[in-house]
């Protein structure tokens, strides 16, 4: 099975940036895309991002679309969120996660890391 890790989160005023990462490792690291997602405090999963394995396709969703860049360092089995012009909207625990097809759709995605604090505050 696959094992995702993030880093990368922290506290940041808002305004500012943060890269987050996503190391897969493992004996199988065949999947169709990674996905960010975040969950703030009392509210439900959203998806933030996710880019094809193979064909590079990206999707955003609407918050951070123009602010956030998904991108992926093959060598080192990496997946990237570069999250620019963060607000306090922007707070939430950040996972990352592996699905077999494309989808946009946390229930489609089957392995999960354990996710990265994003605190965005003055």
């Known amino acids: 099975q696959v094992r995702l890790v993030e880093s990368g989160g922290g506290l940041v005023q808002p305004g500012e940036s943060l890269r987050l990462s996503c190391a897969a490792s493992g004996s199988n690291l065949e999947h169709s895309a990674i996905g960010w997602f975040r969950q703030a405090a009392g509210k439900e999963r959203e998806g933030v991002s996710c880019i094809g394995t193979y064909d590079n396709i990206t999707y955003y969703g609407d918050s951070v679309k123009g602010r956030f860049t998904i991108g992926r360092d093959n060598a080192k089995n990496t997946v990237w969120l570069q999250m620019n012009s963060l607000n306090p909207e922007d707070t939430a625990v950040y996972f990352c996660?592996?699905?077999?097809?494309?989808?946009?759709?946390?229930?489609?995605?089957?392995?999960w890391g354990q996710g990265t604090q994003v605190t965005v505050s003055s």
């Open positions: 996660a592996a699905s077999s097809r494309w989808s946009r759709l946390d229930r489609d995605y089957d392995y």
